[in-house]
C-alpha cells in the first residue's frame, strides 16, 4: 500500500513541479526577452498557471495522500528521499491550506495594484502614491499571517515562508549582537580611509561590455557553471531561475561605466547557480529539487560573490588577465590598489548597492519597520520619516528622496514580507561554510590564487548542494556545523579583511 | 441565465489559451534558447501542461456548460463573438472528447518514440531504424480516425484536424486538376532554361550574417510587423508562435553561404506573424484569438514570401538597398538576373528548400502516400522505394539517400498525418489573395515598387486577419471571394510570372 501510495504522491510532486517550472519560464521570458505588449496576457498567464499550481497543493487528494503516507514515516530512513519528500510536501501543504482561497485572491489582487502604485510612486517619486496600496498589502499580509497561530510574533509566520523554521527572536538577537560591532567596524574603517584614502574612480571609467561579459563568462566557468545545463542573459535586476536541475539559469546586467557591477552580479547569481546545479539529480521534478532556503542560498551566492570574488587572492590570479583585457584602464593600477577599491566601504542610499559591511544595516532597518507595521507601532504613513530617521541613525546618511529610500525595492509591493533578513543571515552563514571549506581543502587559498576553483565547488557541491530541500536549514546547519548559525564568523571574516586591506598602503 | 454560463465559459477559454500559451513559450524556448541538458525535464514539462491542457478542454463541466449554451445559438448574431466562441469551442471538444484518453496516451508515446527513432534513422540513413515505429504512429493515427467515423474517406478526419471541414475529396480534384499542368510548366520552364540558362551562383557566396539579419529586419519593418508585439530569434527550423496577441514571436535562420534562405524564411515567418498580429484584439485568450486555419495561415506566409517577396516590384525598392549593403557580392548583377536567380526552377529532392514550381509536387507525392499508408494498399516497408519512385515520376529526380527521401519531414514522426496538404492549399489560397488585394487596391505593384508594403499589410488585415478563427476556412473563402477554393489563380500566376521571366535576357 505504501509504496502504490508514494508512486501517486512523487506524480503529484512531478505535476506541480512541472507547472511551478512554466510559471518560472513565463517570468524569466518576462524579464529577458518579452516585447513590451506581451505584459498583459503574460500576467494572465502567470495568475492562471500560479492558480493550477496553488489548486494542486492544497488538494484534498493530496491532503489525504500525505495522511496515509505519514503513518509510514516511522519505518523510514529520515534521511531518505522518500521520507524528505513526504515532509516537504506535509509541510508546503499544511502551509498553504491555513491561507482561506479568498484572502489569497484578495492578496493576488492588492500586490498587483501594489506592484503598479509602487512603479508609479518610485518613478514620480511620491510615496503618497503607493500609501494606501501598500497598507492594504501590510493588513492583509497581516491577516496571512494570523491564520498561522499561534505564534510568539506575528512576523514568524512571516519569516517561515521563506527560512522554514527561522524564529524572528533568532533574527533578532543575532542582530542584536552584529548590529553595534558593525557600526563600530563602519566608523573604524572610517577613520582609516581619513589616513589612508581608497581611489576608486578607475573602476567608474569607459569598460567595453562585450569584453565584460566575456571575462564574466570566463570565471563563471572556472567557477564550474555548467553551460550545457544552463545560460546567462541579461536582465535590468539579475536573478537565477531553475527550470529543472539540467536548466539553471542566470542573468546580469553590464555597465559600460561601473566594471563591478557586471562582474559580480555574474559570480553572486552564479553562486546560486552552482547550488542549484549541485543538487542530486534523483530530487528532480519535486519540490526537493532546490535549495534548502532562502538564507541557505544567498550563503552560497555571498561566499562566491564576496569571499572569493572579493578576495586579493582570486585577483592574484585574474587580475592580470584582466590588466591585459584593460590595459588603458587598469595598466596603471597596482593590485592592492584594485583590491582595496573593490571593497571600498561607504554608508551610503541603497540597499543593492551596499557593501560589505554596510549591507546588513540596510536589512536591519527593513525587519525593524516591517514588525513596526505588523504590531502597529508604526503606520504606513510613517514609513519614509520613520526610514530616512533611521538611515541616518545606522548609516549616518539620509535619503534625498522616497524613490533612493523608502520606494527603492520591489519586494513590499510584490507582498514579500518576512523576506528581507534572509539576505543578512546569508551572509553569516556564507562565513561559516568558507571558514569550514578552509578547514576541510589544504590550501584552499593557494588553490583560489591558481584560479584553481574546482575544489571550493566540489566541496559546497558534496557537503551541501547535493542534498537540495531535503533538510531544513536548521537540519542542514546542524550536520554541516553541528551548530545554529553563528554570527561571528562574519564579523571575524569583516574585521580580519578590513585590518589587512588597512595595512595596505 | 445566458450570461452566467456564458461568462462561465469564457472563463474556461481564457484558462485553456493561457495553459497553451505557456505550452507554446516552453517550445520556443526549446528551439531557441535551452541548453541540452534542459531536453528531458522540458519534455516532462510540456507532456504535464498539454495533459492539463486536454482535460480543461475534455471536461464533463465544459460539455453540459456548451449543451446549455447552443440552445441560446439561434437567438445569437452568426458572426458575434459570442456565436462564434461558442462553436469552435464546441467543435474543439467534440473532436477530442471522441478520441479514448487511453488511445491519446499510447499515441503520445509512440510519437515520442518515433521522434528519436527518426532522428536515429535520419542520422545514420537508415529507414528500418525508424519503420516499427512509424508503423504503429500510422496504425494509432487509424484507430484515431475510425473515432470519428462515419467519414467518406479515412483520411478526412485528419485532415480536418488541421483544416476544419476540407474534404479529401476536395483536395485530390484540385491537385488531379493542378499536377498535369505544373509538371507541364516545370517542362516547358526547363526547355526555356535550355535556350536561356540562369546562373544563381552569386546567391551563394560569403554574405555577413549580421548584415543579412539587419536586412530582414527592414523588410519585416516595412511590412508592419510590430517589434512592440514581437521579436524575432535564430532557430534552426524556422517557425513562428503566439503567446498572446500582443506578444507574436518569428524565428528565423541566417547562413552565411545562401542569401535566400534567412531573408525568405524572415518573410515567411512574417507573413504569418502579420496575421495573428491583425487578429483584433478583444479576440484575445481565446481559441479564436489565431488564424482560421494551416491552409488560410500558409496563404499569407506564402503571399508575402512569394508573391511579394520574390516579385520583381519588391526588388525594384529593395534592390539597389541591398546591393549597398553587399557590393562586392551583387554590385555587379543586374536586378532582371537577380530576380531570375532568386525565381529559379530546379526540381529536387527537399521539400522545404523547393521553389514555388515545384513544390506543390512534393505535397502531391506525400498526400498520395499517407492515403496508400491508411487504406492498406501500401505498407510502411514499402515506403522509401515507392517515395524513390514518385519522386521519379513526379520530379524527374531520384534520392541519393533515405535521409534525402522519405526521411526527410519531421511530420510523421510527431504523429502529424492529414497536415502536408495545407501547405499547397495554402499556395492556391494566396493567389487568390493576392488577385484580389490587386483589384481592391489602386497600383498595389507601384507601391510595392516603392517599398510601400503598408497598404496590402492593411488590406489583409481588414479582409481576414481582424476574424481571427471566428469563421471556417469555407466560412471565409464564401466571405471573402465568394466561391470554393480555385486552383486557377495559382496556376495563372505561375504561368504568367515564368512566361515574363523567360522574355527577360
Known amino acids: ?108 489582487q492588492a500586490t498587483a495594484i501594489g506592484q503598479h502604485k509602487w512603479e508609479r510612486a518610485r518613478h ?12 492594504e498589502i501590510f493588513e492583509l499580509r497581516k491577516q496571512m499571517a494570523k491564520c498561522h497561530s499561534p505564534f510568539d510574533c506575528i512576523y514568524d509566520p512571516l519569516l517561515d515562508e521563506f527560512e522554514p523554521e527561522m524564529a524572528t527572536k533568532t533574527v533578532q538577537d543575532i542582530f542584536n549582537i552584529i548590529k553595534p560591532q558593525q557600526i563600530a567596524l563602519i566608523q573604524k574603517i572610517q577613520e582609516d580611509y581619513k589616513r589612508n584614502p581608497i581611489d576608486d574612480s578607475f573602476l567608474f571609467q569607459n569598460f567595453d561590455e562585450k ?33 529543472g536541475l539540467g536548466d539553471v539559469r542566470i542573468t546580469t546586467r553590464i555597465h559600460s561605466n561601473n566594471f563591478m557591477s557586471g562582474l559580480f552580479s555574474s559570480i553572486h547569481e552564479g553562486g546560486h547557480a552552482l547550488y542549484e546545479q549541485g543538487v542530486a539529480r534523483n530530487l528532480q521534478r519535486t519540490s526537493l529539487g532546490t535549495g534548502a532556503s532562502l538564507a ?19 585577483w592574484h590570479h585574474y587580475y592580470p588577465i584582466l590588466q591585459a583585457i584593460f590595459p588603458s584602464q587598469l595598466g596603471n593600477v597596482s593590485i592592492n590598489n584594485f583590491y582595496r577599491a573593490i571593497n571600498k566601504v561607504e554608508p551610503s542610499l541603497i540597499r543593492v548597492e551596499a557593501d560589505e559591511v554596510t549591507y546588513n ?12 507595521l505588523l504590531n502597529g507601532e508604526i503606520q504606513v504613513s510613517d514609513l519614509p520619516d520613520v526610514w530616512n530617521c533611521k538611515m541616518q541613525e545606522y548609516l549616518g546618511v539620509t535619503p534625498d528622496s522616497d524613490a533612493n529610500g523608502v520606494l527603492q ?53 558534496e557537503t551541501l548542494h547535493c542534498h537540495g530541500a531535503k533538510f531544513t536549514p536548521n537540519e542542514l546547519m546542524k550536520k554541516i556545523f553541528n551548530s545554529k548559525i553563528d554570527e561571528s564568523f562574519y564579523i571575524n571574516y569583516l574585521s580580519n579583511k578590513y585590518e589587512e586591506i588597512n595595512s595596505m598602503i
Not at 124 to 135: C, G
Open 1 to 108: 500500500m505504501f509504496q502504490k501510495d508514494y508512486d501517486k504522491l512523487q506524480q503529484i510532486a512531478n505535476k506541480i513541479s512541472d507547472i511551478n517550472s512554466a510559471i518560472f519560464l513565463l517570468e524569466w521570458d518576462q524579464q529577458t526577452n518579452m516585447p513590451q505588449e506581451g505584459a498583459a496576457e503574460r500576467a494572465e498567464q502567470i495568475g492562471t498557471l500560479s492558480t493550477i499550481s496553488h489548486q494542486e497543493a492544497t488538494s484534498n487528494q493530496l491532503g489525504n495522500l500525505l495522511d496515509k503516507l505519514s503513518n509510514f514515516q516511522k519505518d523510514l530512513d529520515p534521511e531518505s528521499y522518500e521520507f524528505c519528500l513526504i515532509k516537504v510536501m506535509q509541510r508546503d501543504y499544511e502551509q498553504k491550506t491555513k491561507i482561506p482561497a479568498d484572502l489569497i485572491g484578495r492578496f493576488s
Open 124 to 135: 514620480e517619486n511620491e510615496f503618497n502614491i503607493f500609501e494606501e496600496s501598500l497598507s
Open 211 to 243: 569584453k565584460q561579459w566575456d571575462f564574466g563568462v570566463k570565471v563563471l566557468t572556472d567557477m564550474g557553471y555548467d553551460w550545457k545545463s544552463g545560460r546567462q542573459d541579461k536582465a535590468a535586476h539579475p536573478f537565477t531561475t531553475t527550470f
Open 296 to 314: 541557505i542560498h544567498e550563503s552560497q551566492s555571498r561566499l562566491w560573490e564576496n569571499m572569493v570574488g572579493r578576495s586579493l587572492s582570486f
Open 361 to 372: 544595516l540596510h536589512i536591519m532597518l527593513r525587519l525593524e519597520l516591517e514588525i513596526a
Open 409 to 461: 525595492d520591489v519586494h513590499w509591493s510584490c507582498g514579500i514580507i518576512g523576506y528581507f533578513p534572509t539576505y543578512a543571515l546569508g551572509n553569516m552563514i556564507s562565513a561559516m561554510f568558507f571558514d569550514k571549506a578552509k578547514s576541510s581543502l589544504d590550501n584552499l587559498d593557494a588553490k583560489i590564487s591558481q584560479g584553481n576553483l574546482l575544489p571550493l565547488r566540489n566541496y559546497l557541491k
